[in-house]
């Protein structure tokens, strides 16, 4: 029996045909992008104004020479001694739990990852091996693909099994699932993350106030006694603008949730139509810093933990 989140996922628009029926267009096009979408996002899409903000970031775009984008920027395959695990920092792992994502996001880094044997948990046994080895290790960041689109009993076993390694103190997960589609949060994965002794750290993925819904907020009464964040990408034509990351710091904050970083874009080829220049994104991040109590100001990173001062070679 399918719950209604995964309903939803077997419901979503799929490629330009698709959406040319539902938004009642011949303008789209696959341009070799698998356009995934939700219904529940499309129904939020404003259809009159083509470029909405939440409809730009996942339908194709023409593709824009520009030098310095390529098909992994981040490089995630070398730093896997382990398939399905990424180990580039410390104290800290990422294991790719799922491949698979509710929402397919035209500027996504990962969109050309070769997923092939990377399972977490196919390979949960030498995964684990190496956690074991490794003292050092005390938190595992779960991510994908999105690891909400596996299934609760799935989530279950694997939190169970890295709640098992005594130096394991912290789980973190990272998903845009939980905002596109809020019936994510079941009543069986609220009670999982509620109940395990490990300090549970959601990350959501949301760029745009006009993604957060009250059906979102409501699925979020669910969890207690969990650290909720958000990470945004900072994206041309959706959010770069004073008014609207100030918006969207304002409504994470009322639904109970940090605003915690703002990244810049990630150079992966096709996403070219988002980058905003450094000056801008410098300007922006200043322009939070006036307008908002020091706690709802994301920090301005490039990858995933590099503060943007340091990569601009910049002392405090
Ligand atoms: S991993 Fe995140 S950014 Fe990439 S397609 Fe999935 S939801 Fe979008």
């Known amino acids: 029996m399918h719950n209604k989140w995964q309903h939803s996922s077997r419901d979503s628009l799929r490629g330009a045909s698709e959406c040319n029926v539902f938004f009642k267009t011949n303008k789209f096009t696959d341009n070799g992008f698998k356009i995934k979408i939700p ?16 409809l ?18 981040l490089e995630d395959e070398n730093f896997s001694p382990v398939d399905g695990l990424i180990h580039k920092y410390n104290n800290r792992v990422l294991l ?9 996001c035209q500027y996504c880094f990962r969109q050309n990852f070769d997923y092939a044997g990377h399972d977490a948990i196919s ?4 995964i684990s091996d190496y956690i074991d080895d490794n003292k050092q290790i005390n938190e595992v960041i779960l991510s994908g693909g999105d690891p ?5 009993n799935k989530i279950k076993w694997l939190i169970n099994e890295i709640e098992n390694i005594a130096h394991i103190k912290t789980i ?6 939980a905002v596109v589609v809020p019936s994510r949060i079941t009543t069986e994965l609220a009670e999982t993350l509620n109940n395990t002794s490990l300090n549970v750290v959601l990350v959501f993925h949301t760029n745009h106030p006009q993604e957060l819904t009250n059906e979102f907020k409501e699925s979020l009464k669910k969890l207690s006694n969990l650290t909720l964040l958000n990470q945004s990408v900072l994206l041309k034509g959706v959010n770069d603008a004073g008014d609207t990351l100030v918006n969207l710091s304002k409504k994470l904050f009322s639904f109970g949730i940090l605003p915690y970083y703002l990244h810049m874009l990630d150079r992966v080829g096709g996403s070219e139509a988002f980058l905003v220049t450094d000056n801008s994104a410098i300007e922006l991040h200043e322009h939070l810093k006036r307008e908002l109590s020091g706690y709802l100001v994301p920090r301005l990173v490039r990858d995933e933990n590099f503060e943007f001062k340091s990569w601009l070679g910049l002392q405090d």
Request: proline share 5%; aromatic share 6%; net charge positive.
């Open 56 to 73: 730009i970031q996942v339908i194709s775009h023409k593709a824009i020479a520009q030098s310095g984008f390529k098909s992994s920027p």
């Open 148 to 152: 909400l689109s596996l299934g609760d």
């Open 39 to 54: 219904l529940e996002f499309a129904r939020l899409v404003n259809k009159v104004d083509p470029n909405d903000p939440l």
């Open 172 to 177: 973190r997960i990272h998903t845009r699932t």
């Open 123 to 126: 390979n949960w046994g030498s």
């Open 96 to 104: 790719i739990a799922s491949r698979s994502c509710a929402i397919h």
